[in-house]
């Protein structure tokens, strides 16, 4: 199936530990993001990534470090985690660039709980 | 002020009835404007693209004001699947940061 895959689904962690989230799409986008959506189901974008290119970095603690090997794929490292951190994360993809008409196309999401 | 902002509601209405948001945004230089549409505990999904003339889907109608600054959606005969909440666009350049709005929840009940 043509989507963007991201896992794990869940993740539960402590306090303190590092964890990664890995995106792939297989849309043939150019384009990916990380989001982030909060209790308060504000959704928020954090990193872009055009061509494995980073070109939004938005005002993101950097124990954030998003990584895309290649244009298919970003992944979110979150070292020393924080109990704010928890939220849900939505990667998604678009075709070139969204000010263009080109729609995101979300992951299901991660759900990550911090303890 | 917040770049894009929504009646966060919740709009509770009956099965059948035609129901409308607003969606304000801050930045005249907008150009690009989309609904998405999320289910509890799904992701956002595009629901459709905002043109300039207005246009329609189905039982929905996209409309544009530039003048006062928003984007409204309205949904005719509603149905219990329209359950959702619905979330804005507006775009200024190509890579703009894409900035939902805060979503308007939409209850449909029987």
């Known amino acids: 199936d043509t989507a963007v895959s991201q896992t794990p689904k869940y993740l539960v962690t402590q306090m303190g530990n590092d964890k990664s989230i890995k995106c792939e799409q297989n849309l043939g986008h150019d384009t990916m993001y990380w989001y982030k959506q909060d209790s308060k189901k504000f959704l928020k974008i954090m990193f872009s990534?055009?061509?494995?290119?980073?070109?939004i970095n938005e005002t993101v603690p950097n124990r954030f470090s998003p990584k895309s090997p290649d244009k298919a794929h970003l992944n979110l490292h979150i070292n020393s985690l924080e109990l704010g951190d928890s939220a849900v994360y939505f990667c998604a993809s678009s075709l070139g660039s969204t000010g263009l008409g080109s729609p995101l196309h979300f992951g299901n999401g991660t759900r990550l709980t911090v303890t | 002020r917040k770049e894009v902002e929504q009646d966060p509601g919740p709009f509770n209405v009956p099965e059948g009835a035609t129901v409308a948001f607003n969606c304000t945004y801050s930045n005249s230089a907008s150009q690009s404007f989309f609904w998405y549409r999320q289910d509890c505990r799904k992701e956002p999904k595009l629901l459709m693209s905002v043109y300039s003339s207005g246009n329609e889907d189905g039982r929905f109608t996209a409309q544009l004001n530039r003048a006062s600054q928003y984007i409204s959606l309205l949904i005719r005969d509603s149905k219990l699947s329209d359950s959702a909440t619905y979330l804005c666009v507006a775009l200024k350049t190509s890579y703009d940061k894409v900035i939902f709005g805060p979503g308007t929840s939409l209850s449909v009940i029987p």
């Open positions: 990534y055009n061509n494995k290119e980073l070109i």
